[in-house]
């Protein structure tokens, strides 16, 4: 499989998961909205807004990777960042009003903990998409991290089964984990998806300098830098080896 396609088809993966995660919340935010009205259980409005939210940054996400918009990508994740900033700040309030006080180191390690980590996953997300779309010197350390984000995502899973939320139960909680292990596997594939789509582009560039070099004639000029790594010579106006992708020194 030749670059292009791979990054075609890692493109509607990353698109596929992103609607599924959009369909999987609809279905979700039914059940929450039907189970307020039929007062089955308690559930807040609070919590019907961010299921909407999660509807709005998936489908933005999905529409962004389909469209190859890297904009509307941005845009769905700063807003899956906003929602755990927003989820955060309700735990907070919560806590002030008292609401879980009686439940005492247990809040903390059962809910607050997983939430920061969710906040923190989400915007090292964001942080990581941002640096790797600006192309510059810095997005090669940040490249080597691109797991990180996703690897956030599974541990919070794993750690809200393992302290027994609730959540996790019946139709419901199989809805929802389904829901968290399409996030966790879109993470990682538009973190993915991402990086081959900026090595691509690079490499596009390095073959057309290469291209415009070639198209200079070989004629030795005076003064001509060459590549440590390789040897090649650098045209005129390249900051980076066309051969090998070496930095100009």
């Not at 609607?19 to 039907?34: D, P």
């Not at 607050?112 to 923190?120: A, H, S, V």
């Not at 915007?123 to 080597?144: C, Q």
């Not at 993915?192 to 415009?212: H, Q, V």
Request: glycine share 10%; charged share 15%; net charge positive.
């Amino acid at each position: 499989m030749n670059t292009n396609n791979k990054l075609s088809t890692m493109g509607l993966v990353a698109a596929a998961l992103a609607g599924g995660l959009t369909l999987v919340s609809i279905i979700n935010e039914i059940m929450l909205v039907a189970h307020r009205f039929s007062y089955q259980y308690y559930v807040s409005g609070s919590v019907i807004f961010l299921g909407l939210f999660t509807i709005a940054y998936s489908a933005v996400i999905a529409l962004g990777v389909f469209m190859k918009n890297s904009s509307l990508v941005t845009g769905g994740i700063a807003l899956r960042a906003f929602l755990y900033v927003i989820n955060v700040l309700r735990l907070i309030l919560y806590l002030i009003r008292g609401y879980y006080i009686n439940m005492g180191a247990m809040f903390f390690l059962r809910i607050f903990i997983p939430r920061i980590l969710d906040l923190c996953g989400a915007v090292l997300l964001l942080g990581f998409v941002i640096v790797v779309n600006r192309k510059d010197d810095k997005s090669i350390g940040v490249i080597k991290l691109w797991f990180v984000p996703g690897a956030i995502n599974a541990f919070v899973l794993i750690l809200d089964f393992l302290c027994g939320n609730n959540y996790l139960a019946g139709f419901s909680g199989f809805v929802s984990l389904v829901s968290w292990a399409l996030e966790i596997a879109l993470v990682f594939v538009i973190c993915y998806y991402l990086i081959e789509k900026d090595s691509t582009t690079a490499n596009m560039t390095m073959n057309k300098g290469a291209d415009s070099f070639a198209n200079q004639g070989s004629a030795p000029v005076a003064g001509r830098k060459f590549c440590t790594h390789c040897g090649k010579p650098f045209g005129p106006d390249d900051k980076f080896c066309f051969n090998c992708g070496q930095k100009r020194e």
